[in-house]
T-cell receptor, first 115, second 112 residues
Framework: GAVVSQHPSWVICKSGTSVKIECRSLDFQATTMFWYRQFPKQSLMLMAT?????????EQGVEKDKFLINHASLTLSTLTVTSAHPEDSSFYIC???????????FGQGTRLTVV | LAKTTQPISMDSYEGQEVNITCSHN???????ITWYQQFPSQGPRFIIQ???TKVTNEVASLFIPADRKSSTLSLPRVSLSDTAVYYCLVGEYGGSQGNLIFGKGTKLSVKP
């Protein structure tokens, strides 16, 4: 299967700072990437969908000014958590698909801890 | 998007066959059924996908009845390493955006 890589795998940051998480499709071009958040013992919650070269579409209740998503190329999408607070501590996972009618591949996730 | 219902948890023993059923009563004509596996602190991993009847690959089988209102993931001869959460997703294979919406999943615990 195709490989999707996230970086970093884990990060600890101070409250009020911003953190950037990268999601790369290593061996394919991803027209669409998805970002999820997962709290302990809960399911994945879709945050936003991004298509290369266009603005991301955010799910209801997700603050787009707080969670900045950029999909500048067909192999890279970034999620920036701005002015992070302890309640933003979570497991963030990205997913990518080549095109319509293809399966989605997931990254290994990024554990964010805000102290 | 069709809503899915799965058992919250299941227990099994090594070597047994495990069947996890997912209900999706309002599945649409264009919807596919996809199963993912997730280990703690890892991203989900694709297991199998199907539209109707039966699909089999090297790790699992997926049984879909004619009405498609449910599906069953079958894991043959499970091992301890199959302990994970299994998610059933229903939606258009691509769709306008192809959003993958996860339900609560089934936590499978395999015991020795």
């Amino acid at each position: 299967g195709a490989v999707v890589s996230q970086h970093p795998s884990w990060v600890i940051c101070k409250s009020g700072t911003s953190v950037k998480i990268e999601c790369r499709s290593l061996d394919f071009q991803a027209t669409t990437m998805f970002w999820y958040r997962q709290f302990p013992k809960q399911s994945l919650m879709l945050m936003a969908t991004s298509n290369e070269g266009s603005k991301a579409t955010y799910e209801q209740g997700v603050e787009k000014d707080k969670f900045l998503i950029n999909h500048a190329s067909l192999t890279l999408s970034t999620l920036t958590v701005t002015s992070a607070h302890p309640e933003d501590s979570s497991f963030y996972i990205c997913s990518a698909r080549r095109a319509l009618n293809t399966e989605a591949f997931f990254g290994q996730g990024t554990r964010l801890t805000v102290v | 998007l069709a809503k899915t219902t799965q058992p919250i948890s299941m227990d099994s023993y090594e070597g047994q066959e495990v069947n996890i059923t997912c209900s999706h009563n309002n599945i649409a004509t264009n919807d596919y059924i996809t199963w993912y596996q997730q280990f703690p602190s890892q991203g989900p991993r694709f297991i199998i996908q199907g539209y109707k009847t039966k699909v089999t690959n090297e790790v699992a089988s997926l049984f879909i009845p004619a009405d498609r209102k449910s599906s069953t993931l079958s894991l043959p001869r499970v091992s301890l390493s199959d302990t994970a959460v299994y998610y059933c997703l229903v939606g258009e294979y691509g769709g306008s955006q192809g959003n993958l919406i996860f339900g609560k999943g089934t936590k499978l615990s395999v015991k020795p």
